[in-house]
């Protein structure tokens, strides 16, 4: 499987912008889609954000407009541009293939709150 593991997260205030990282353990163009899930307290795992080997994404509803997925294959990583952050987008965020791989990372946690 592939190995990855997330960076990144932080507090931000609302309004406020953090940038996430994926590091890979394989050139990631090659993967196929990969993606961002995000997990808050009590609510179920969910994807927000994923991005094709031609660079096609995708985005949910609730992150439509503020955050914004890309990836780096010379450096096996994958981004997230989180912007105009709200509280609601605070949870451990995760990256993974998509559909998922059963080995996850520790996830990074981002805390929007003033």
């Known amino acids: 499987q592939v190995q990855l593991m997330e960076s990144g997260g932080g507090l931000a205030q609302p309004g406020g912008s953090l940038r996430i990282s994926c590091a890979a353990s394989e050139t990631i163009f090659n993967i196929g889609r990969l993606a961002w899930y995000r997990q808050a307290p009590g609510k179920e795992l969910e994807v927000v954000a994923l991005?094709?080997?031609?660079?096609?994404?995708w985005y949910s509803d609730s992150v439509k407009g503020r955050f914004i997925i890309a990836r780096d294959p010379t450096k096996k990583t994958m981004y997230m541009q989180m912007k105009y952050l709200k509280p609601e987008d605070s949870a451990v965020y995760y990256c993974?293939?998509?559909?998922?791989?059963?080995?996850w990372g520790q996830g990074t946690q981002v805390t929007v709150s003033s």
């Open positions: 991005i094709q080997s031609d660079g096609g994404t």
């Open positions: 993974n293939l998509e559909p998922a791989q059963s080995s």
